[in-house]
């Protein structure tokens, strides 16, 4: 069954074709990749996903309902969570305090809790910090708990981008360019974490400029030139397809 699921999608700018009918089914469970060359649509494909834009034509489904007329947090709050290309944690905040402020998209506590630190808002401000605590282990984090982000080296600031978003308690995970910036023994950490992820039961989209990290650890790949879809299938299949070389020419796409 397919978690996500993208039918003739198109998004124009003016008269650039950012998008330009896109089919995409994301398998329940998967680790999915899609790679382009810079510029060809790929976080544009994640803003009509995430409803951060409308696209200009088509249909998205998440778990077979359409979400494509749906507001972002909706999305969000269904299960549908991103990270960003750009590293977005609060500099001044500990690694605990950034994934608390994730927490908040799942607590239930009203604002007045808040302001009179009802028992209930206790209670809640407890279970958030062991699901934070959980979280930061899982990505192998937990000494880290305590630290500013802005202290922390730049891999486990990108970690700490992933943690947040995990705190939404997402199904579906979309990670954009999560090895951006990242030397190469940090990206086989961010590998690993992935893949520990998807073992949690949450399906991962990964775009990514790096075809080696996509290679690495994806079940199925799509690429994407100039919006539109070039080609699709499992890493060693796509890696051989002349189309996929020709837009990655000079590229070693050895496995
Ligand atoms: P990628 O993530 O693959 O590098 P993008 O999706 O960011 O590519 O961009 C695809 C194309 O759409 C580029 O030509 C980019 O300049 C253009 N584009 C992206 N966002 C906007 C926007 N908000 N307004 C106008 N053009 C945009
Ligand atoms: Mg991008």
Redesign the pocket.
């Known amino acids: 069954m397919s978690i996500l699921h993208l039918r003739d999608v198109s998004k124009h ?1 003016g008269g ?1 074709q ?1 998008l330009s009918h896109f089919d995409l089914s994301v398998p329940q469970g998967a680790i999915f990749g899609l790679i ?1 060359p ?8 994640f803003n009509v996903i995430t409803g951060f834009m409308r696209p200009s034509a088509g249909q998205i489904h998440f778990n077979e309902a359409p979400i494509h007329t749906q507001p972002a947090w909706r999305i969000a709050q269904l299960g549908l969570v991103r990270t960003f ?1 750009k590293t977005s944690v609060f500099a001044d905040l500990s690694a605990l305090e950034n994934i608390r402020v994730g927490c908040f998209a799942r607590t239930r506590g009203t604002p007045l809790q808040s302001i009179l630190r009802l028992p209930g808002e206790r209670r809640e401000r407890r279970a958030a910090d062991d699901k934070a605590r959980r979280i930061l282990a899982l990505l192998g984090m937990a000494a880290a708990e305590s630290i500013q982000a802005r202290n922390l080296p730049y891999g486990h600031q990108r970690h700490l981008e992933i943690a947040i978003a995990l705190a939404a308690e997402p199904r579906l995970l979309l990670l954009d360019e999560p090895a951006a910036g990242l030397n190469a023994e940090e990206t086989s950490v961010l590998m690993q974490t992935v893949q520990r992820i998807r073992d949690q039961g949450i399906t991962v989209l990964v ?1 990514e400029h790096d075809m080696k990290l996509v290679m690495g650890i994806c079940e199925r790949i799509a690429v ?1 030139n100039y ?1 539109q879809k070039i080609a699709e299938g499992p890493p060693e299949e796509v890696s051989r397809n002349p189309d996929v070389i020709n837009v990655y020419l000079g590229e070693d796409l050895e496995l």
């Open positions: 700018f650039l950012a382009g810079n510029g060809s649509g790929k976080t544009t494909l290309q775009v994407i919006g």
